[in-house]
């Protein structure tokens, strides 16, 4: 794991949980992980993703993040897109062309866009080693931030049992973190 972390991210060790939170998430474990602001949440879904050589979906509740995330990626040479509103139909297209292609992928997108017909008959037939949910506070009741599309996001877990999912954020209470297993179906969820 070393090797890649400074082959294909240029880091030269895990931060705090890093690991932990990694390996959870590669034995195929549901995990609920709380790192601060700037304490390296993305990694946590990115390193699957390269090493695993798979398609990992990320769900982000912000454009500008996730742009700068792909962007951010594509200079490392790591392949990642995103799908959002701002799109053209083309955009959307060359994204799904260079899912199509294979291997390692990183996908971002809205909570909203998991909600349309399409995406969810097209994950039934991907091949996805990961679903990441940034800023899963959103999802609680009892969060600073909740937001009904959130709130949605347990159909992951139904529609894709066998796909483990990650819940980030960078804070939230005894409280919160339970509402997010809880309402994300998170089956016995590595903390």
Known sequence: MENLLSQAFHLSEFRVGQKEIISAVLAKKDALAVLPTG????LCYQFPAVYLKQLVVV???LIALMKDQVSSLKQQGIQAGCLHSGQSEDEKREVFAQINKGGTFILYLSPERVQKEGFR???LKREIALFAVDESHCVSQWGHDFREEYAELKIL???RPDVPILALTASATPTVLNDIA???QLVKPER
Do not use: F, R
């Not at 304490?39 to 993305?42: H, Q, T």
């Open 39 to 42: 304490g390296g949440k993305s």
């Open 59 to 61: 769900i982000s509740p």
């Open 121 to 123: 008959n097209w994950i």
């Open 157 to 159: 877990k139904t529609l």
């Open 182 to 184: 809880k309402n994300l």
